[in-house]
Every structure is written in C-alpha cells, then in structure tokens.
C-alpha cells in the first residue's frame, strides 16, 4: 500500500497516512456473522485511529476513555461533550474502519425520545456510523425506535460498566442458571430490536458461545469466547500502556515500559547536555560572498 504525508493540524506533525480505502459500512458489519472474526479495538485521538484503523474493522470509541484519558474512577462520569470531542477525532483520524460511538451513561436511559436526541447529536458532531448502548430486555425498544430512525446500534449485554453500582463490581456475569438465562434474553432482545451486532463482556463462555447461535447479527466478545463473531480490546490495554489490566486482556506490546525507558533516556541527555545536539538546533545562514 502507498504512503502519503499529510499535516496533521492537530499536533502540527507530518503523520504517514495510507492511501485512502473504501469505508466499510455497518451492513458490510452485519453480514460477517460466521465469516472470519471481526476485529474491533478502542481509539480515542486522531493518531490512535491512525495507527489502528488499517488493521480493525471496527473502531470503537469508548466510554472507557473516562478511565484511560481522564483518570475517573467508572465510565458514569463520561459526558456527552467528552465523547463527542473524542469522537470527531478518531472519525478524522481514519478512513477504512467503521466508527461506533459510545452513549454515555444518563444520556439514553429515560427514554427512546430523548435517546434520539441524543444519539442523533452525537453522530452530526462526530460523523460516527453507530452508536452502542448498554442494556437488554429493558433498552430493546430503545434499540428499535432508534434503528427505525435510521441510527444504527451496537448492543451490549453482560457486564455493563455503566451499571457498575448496581452490579457491585466487574465480576464475571452468567455463574448462576437465572443470571445466565437473563443474559440471553437480553442479547435475543436487542438483536431482535435490530441491533446490528451485540457486545458480550464478561460472560462465562458457554453464555457467550450460546448466544453466538442463536441471534442473527454478530457477537463481539470481550472476555466471553473466541467463539463470538469477533472481538474488541482497550487499545491502550491491548499495547502494554497499564500494569493492571482485566483477565480477558491479551498485551502484545509493553508500551508501557518502553515509554518510561524513553523519557528516562530522554531526561538523561537533557542533563548531560547530549540533547539537543548538531541535528536539532539551527546553525546561521551562511553570508553570501558579495556580502550581501
């Protein structure tokens, strides 16, 4: 694939950014189920989705970014505005991936009306393709009013981050005969409200794999099953960039530490004086022989 350089007006970097390919689409998304696995990771900034984007068809932009990017302490805190300012980068940061926009707890659980409100803002703010909300039996008619508006959802069933304090904790969910049998129903529900594919997060895997087959659209598993139609990670989890990640999380990188061996490195030279040398400063121009 050919490179171009473009100037990446947000950090004032000139960014290597491949040659522009053909957008997939959530339909293209929906008629995967059974296909080769569908590969989703989290983005929250223009050079995130840059790096990301050749490799993902999906790319998800999480409410998550409350804890990764800000610090906080669940997702519940997460505004509207936070996720519409991360929304619109990753959008402008990628050219191949379809984008999908979290809800941000509170901005959809009142109701279908005012979820529409909502997630219509979203979208013209951010030129997302979808949005994913969390919730089963009780959000599907959510679900429907909102695909029979023209916006395309992403369900999620499981463990539900913005119900952490119902829930009381991160625990993995469907140990018990009733919780698994209500797990179901919630992904059977919003599929058939018409979402177009169904996270599963923190699910026993028989649960995971159960509902594999029996829903029509794709399932995206996060600590569920290898089972599921395909799979989504935290980016910065996925690259090392924390010491304490979930169980489900795989690291094929420790950016962590070779950040922290970067600056060190970096703080080294600066008080050795090593840094900046010859080929970062700026020598005179040299006066030409008429003096001039």
């Known amino acids: 694939m050919s490179t171009t350089y473009t100037l990446d007006t947000a950090t004032s970097r000139a960014n290597p950014t491949p040659a522009p390919m053909k957008r997939l689409t959530v339909p293209a998304i929906r008629r995967r189920k059974g296909e080769t696995p569908l590969v989703m990771l989290t983005a929250y900034t223009v050079r995130s989705a840059q790096l990301l984007d050749p490799h993902c068809d999906m790319l998800l932009v999480g409410d998550s970014l409350g804890q990764v990017i800000y610090g906080l302490p ?19 940061g990628s050219y191949h991936a379809v984008v999908v926009i979290d809800l941000p707890f509170g901005s959809y659980e009142a109701s279908p009306e005012k979820a529409f409100e909502n997630a219509a803002w ?8 979808a949005v994913k909300l969390e919730g089963g039996v009780a959000m599907a008619p959510t679900v429907r009013f909102l695909v029979e508006r023209g916006i395309p959802v992403m369900g999620h069933v499981g463990l539900t981050p913005q119900a952490v304090n119902v829930l009381g904790g991160y625990g993995a969910r469907g140990r018990t005969p009733e919780e698994a049998e209500k797990i179901i129903a919630d992904a059977v529900a919003v599929a058939e409200a018409g979402a177009f594919s169904v996270v599963i997060e923190g699910v026993v895997e028989p ?15 996060i600590g569920a099953s290898a089972e599921c139609d395909g799979q989504v990670l935290v980016g910065e989890d996925m690259l090392g960039l924390f010491e304490r990640t979930a169980r489900f999380v795989r690291r094929y990188e420790t950016m962590g530490e070779r950040i922290g061996e970067a600056a060190r490195a970096y703080a080294e030279d600066v008080r050795a004086r090593r840094f900046p040398g010859p080929e970062q400063t700026y020598a005179p121009r040299e006066a030409s022989r008429d003096g001039g």
């Open 74 to 92: 669940s997702t519940v805190p997460v505004t509207l505005q936070m996720m519409a300012a991360h929304g619109a980068a990753v959008v402008r």
């Open 207 to 221: 649960i995971a794999i159960e509902i594999t087959k029996r829903i029509a659209c794709p399932t995206i598993g």
């Open 122 to 129: 979203l979208l013209k703010e951010t030129g997302a393709a």
